[in-house]
């Protein structure tokens, strides 16, 4: 039986957080074991420039982020992990996908609806500051999912949509020239946690509310201790469901060690008690790749070098596909 292909992309903009390694890198990983599956990971840094125009910080986000999922034990002989800008193919896929993507198509991506929205609340012209990379983005999305023939797509709720935008710009090509594409399915994984940030919102680097994946211990347990909580007291029972610490605690612990932290709210576990445990629990299970992160950060040569080997296999499947792209749509040797 045929593998089945997952594609995940990671966007090179920040410093990865606890959210990102419970919401995608672990889950990820750990589904990148299974040998049905094959796995393509890539760092987006083509996306990073829609809302980044901080050349250091693009380049610093992918050192961090590569060496983060290095660190916590990705495979590089059995996933593809590679750095989206290595393969030349895809941009060039972007622009006949473009030339196949319907601009009302495009109109109605979250986005850019979103950015418009914004703009005509303050006054502004619907358009105001809204760069054809915001606009276009989906159609570079699709060209990365598109160009390895991807089957399963892991993605948030909200991002579905550029999924089944994908899926509708390979349609159209392949009714218009040639069967070439596979049509992605999005796949939404319900039980994988959205973390909530210090202020109790969901957490992202939007809301300056995240704790950073490989503090320093010291540093760890000081974010952890930031988290916000109500003034109950100890002794006072606590709402484990209403609470920041317990959805991060159940996000890191076992059956066993959420039923008993469920417990210990309902007896009124002090805050200040509840914060040491999960920061134990957390720096037990980063702290080995938090030191491995911080020997990979040292060696940057490592990792371009395993970004490039990377590049290597991605691009045995992407000047494949893009041949027979050429092919279809006419550009190819005069015969």
């Not at 250091?56 to 590569?66: C, F, G, M, N």
């Not at 276009?136 to 390895?148: H, K, N, T, W």
């Not at 994908?166 to 994988?192: K, W």
């Amino acid at each position: 039986m045929a593998k089945q292909r997952v594609l995940t992309g990671i966007t090179t903009t920040g410093t990865p957080h606890l959210g990102n390694y419970v919401g995608a890198i672990r889950p990820a990983i750990e589904a990148s074991r299974d040998d049905a599956v094959e796995s393509f990971f890539f760092l987006a840094d083509y996306h990073a420039l829609i809302k980044c125009q901080d050349p250091d910080l693009v380049r610093q986000s992918t050192k961090e982020i590569a060496a983060t999922w290095l660190a916590l034990g990705l495979d590089t002989d059995n996933a593809v992990f590679y750095r989206q800008s290595d393969i030349p193919e895809i941009p060039e896929l972007t622009w006949v996908l473009n030339c196949n993507a319907a601009k009302g198509l495009m109109n109605r991506a979250h986005a850019y609806k979103a950015a418009v929205q914004a703009n005509e609340e303050a006054g502004e012209d619907p358009d105001f500051a809204v760069t054809m990379g915001l606009f276009s983005y989906p159609v570079l999305m699709a060209a990365d999912i598109l160009m390895f023939n991807a089957h399963k797509i892991p993605v948030g709720k909200d991002q579905i949509q550029h999924v089944e935008m994908a899926r509708d710009i390979a349609g159209r090509f392949n009714h218009n020239f040639a069967d070439v594409f596979t049509l992605p399915e999005a796949v939404v994984d319900d039980s994988v946690a959205v973390l909530q940030g210090l202020d109790g919102r969901k957490m992202s680097k939007s809301y300056n509310n995240t704790i950073p994946l490989f503090l320093t211990e010291k540093k760890l347990k000081k974010h952890i201790n930031k988290i916000k909580t109500n003034l109950l007291e100890p002794g006072e029972p606590k709402d484990p469901d209403d609470s920041t610490v317990f959805q991060v605690w159940s996000a890191f612990a076992d059956a066993v060690e959420t039923a008993r932290m469920r417990k210990e709210f309902e007896n009124g576990i002090a805050w200040g008690e509840a914060k040491k445990q999960l920061f134990e629990l957390v720096n037990d299970e980063i702290g080995a790749a938090r030191e491995r992160y911080n020997e990979l950060m040292d060696d940057p040569g490592y990792i371009e070098e395993t970004l490039l080997k990377g590049a290597e296999r991605a691009r045995e499947h992407s000047s494949a596909l893009i041949a027979n792209v050429r092919e279809a749509v006419g550009i190819s040797a005069i015969r």
